[in-house]
């Protein structure tokens, strides 16, 4: 079972419209988790990250994170062709020691806004 | 502000040469992290520096890959010997601190597109 799990997509959404990504998580023990979004042929930049169970609020996106189920999603509402990229969902663990630090990466899902 | 700087952007190597690629971290960040993309797939971690030391270096795949970092600054990622299979986008990122529950964001250099013929 991989560690984190992402839909690779691709998503199409119409523009306007509310488009829903998901990630699960193996690790129990993580504690923070990161949706970076990643254009093609650039690098990953951070859009959210959330570590309290519930949602969380930034603009048009929104975070879910489930603990219980092991859960965690990114909403984005009125979307614009701009947001079409790849989104890539990560997860690091609870920090107690040196080791811990790294953060690990689903295989990202390929979203596509439809004008 | 400056972000993560990486060199050089393209490099195109011959399999069983050596390459040398850089990070230059954001200033004042200590922690420095390597990742590798291959194309198509998601980021894989490579090693993780706290300073100028190195607590996890599980990701690396094989002792053809080393790297250091100088003055809690720049890092040198080292593939000896390259085979094709090395061919991918490498990304280093920077934090602030790397250490406590608060999530510490990782920020992201543009990447070394490394092709190995």
Known sequence: QKEVEQNSGPLSVPEGAIASLNCTYSDRGSQSFFW???????????????????????????????????YVSLLIRDSQPSDSATYLCAVKPLISNFGNEKLTFGTGTRLTIIP | ????????????????KDVELRCDPISGHTALYWYRQ??????????????NSAPDKSGLPSDRFSAERTGESVSTLTIQRTQQEDSAVYLCASSLDGIGVQPDTQYFGPGTRLTVL
Do not use: C
Not at chain 1, 51 to 68: I, P
Not at chain 2, 1 to 16: C, D, I, L, M, R
Not at chain 2, 38 to 51: A, P, T
């Open chain 1, 36 to 70: 970076y979004r990643q254009y093609s042929g650039k690098s990953p930049e951070l859009i959210m990250f959330i570590y309290s169970n519930g949602d969380k609020e930034d603009g048009r996106f929104t975070a879910q994170l489930n603990k219980a189920s092991q």
């Open chain 2, 38 to 51: 291959r194309l198509g797939q998601g980021l894989e971690f490579l090693i993780y520096f706290q300073g």
């Open chain 2, 1 to 16: 502000g400056a972000g993560v700087s990486q060199s050089p952007s393209n490099k195109v190597t011959e399999k069983g």
